[in-house]
DNA sequence: ACCTGAACACCGTTCAAGT
DNA sequence: ACCTGAACACCGTTCAAGT
């Protein structure tokens, strides 16, 4: 029987949808020990270990003690396997349906679980900038908080901007920490220096400010964010607040 | 002479101050037509062509004529063609020292500014969350955003905290416009569809909410957490509202 | 039927040989 | 002194040859 090729790009909604429908095809017997699982939990160890750039095909064989043209039987290519660690990453439970209490403190339990989440795989953060989430395990995810925020009674569009706008918050800000941050007492004197060393007559800011620049930490500009955006949200969203159902001003 | 070979990531404050240091050496004479400017304008326009992955150090001196190993007299790495390019973009002006108004008009037209400048080479965007940004321009406009948050009357603590909560925002608002978006009509109409064919019991808020899900803009989207990041910004730091003068509450 | 070594078409980077 | 072709050590992916 010829098969049309699946020519859509990993994560796409087409990829996932014909994804979707081969789960149900008879698996074919697998006579090595080799499985997508292993391969995932193998190439996040790589990731963890040696970093985005360090996970190649080859290196992922080699950890796994198998030829590299093996993993051609279970993945299609590189990016898919990219795409897949970051569904996986998204497996872990973020809003636990026990915890009760307002909307907003169960949002903000939910997004620093969420950015933590990311945190404990900081290399695979860029990952996670590539498309729209459409996995089983970020649908599953969507699919609870936007349960949250709607049962808050807010309106569809409201809510779904709410969602979009924070978790695009949650990631940007995992990605800055992840990449961008000089954390150590070491790299913060570095810093220093780099913008105390700046002529006074062009910098004379930078040069005022070299110490503030470089005491910010991530965690306090996360929540320094995340209060800001959960109370204008709150605000114009929340119809407990001013009477305004479901619609924030148009600009 | 024996001259120490310098060890430091580009981009970091050290490969930066090395850079510095060696721009008042006396330049070699070049014969051939070859520059540091033609290789960076071929390699912006690359990138615009074929995206982030088509720039490869062998394409470049493909378009540029010459042998691909000539690139190292002018650059010493992949990496390094990637930070001057950020730091090149961040050549064009964003506040304009004429444009007057209250300090908050005044970001506002800065922060739209550089979104647009970022999304005007929305390929290169992801090189811009890569580690702090310290090249020469950067710190040009470093120095000037940092001016107008602080002739405002903001402590140089929140100062500091609201310019990196805001320049974040904005970059990582165009990463995700730039790679994540689905923009055009029929990539709405297949996103729309996919959520539509979800199952009803698993996940029935994401199929109710199929539409809204992708009519939400990326600009909208910037423009309400924009207003949401400076309302909060005004209110929780600048004197002029409450009489707390530069320091905010800590969590 | 399943697996994979060998091959292909690319990379970034170096360096000795050319001018 | 400057430039660069050729070489090296890697990539992702394919496919025919093996079992």
Redesign the interface.
């Known amino acids: 029987v010829a098969v049309a090729v699946d020519p859509a790009r990993p994560g796409s909604?087409?990829w996932?949808?014909r994804r979707r429908l081969d789960a149900g095809r008879p698996r074919r017997r697998r006579v090595d020990g080799l499985t997508l699982d292993r391969i995932l939990d193998a190439a996040l160890e790589l990731v963890d270990d040696e970093g985005l750039d360090g996970l190649t095909m080859r290196r992922l064989a080699a950890r796994l003690e198998c030829g590299h043209a093996s993993l051609y039987r279970h993945v299609a290519s590189h990016d898919e396997v990219l795409v897949l660690l970051v569904d996986r990453v998204l497996g872990a439970p973020i809003l636990a349906p026990s915890d009760r209490g307002d909307p907003r403190a169960r949002a903000e339990v939910a997004l620093r679980r969420y950015r933590g989440l990311l945190l404990e795989h900081p290399a695979l953060t860029?990952a996670f900038?590539?498309?729209?989430l459409?996995g089983p395990n970020a649908?599953?995810r969507?699919?609870e908080a936007?349960?949250l925020v709607?049962g808050a009674g807010v309106g569809?569009?409201d809510?779904?901007?709410a969602y979009?706008?924070l978790t695009?918050?949650v990631?940007?800000?995992a990605?800055?920490e992840a990449?961008?941050a000089?954390r150590t007492a070491e790299d913060r004197r570095?810093?220093e220096?780099?913008f105390s060393?700046?002529s006074a007559e062009?910098?004379?800011?930078?040069r005022?400010?070299a110490v503030?620049?470089n005491?910010?930490d991530g965690d306090?500009?996360f929540?320094?964010?995340l209060?800001?955006?959960l109370?204008?949200?709150e605000r114009g969203v929340v119809p407990a607040q001013a009477g305004t159902l479901g619609s924030?001003p148009k600009?």
């Open positions: 909604a087409a996932w949808t860029p900038l590539e498309g729209q459409l649908l599953a969507r699919e936007l349960s709607l569809p569009d809510a779904v901007r979009l706008t695009h918050f990631i940007s800000s990605v800055f990449s961008g000089a570095e810093m220096q780099y060393s700046l062009e910098h004379p800011v930078l005022s400010v503030e620049l005491a910010v306090e500009e929540e320094l964010g209060r800001a955006l109370d204008h949200l924030s600009r």
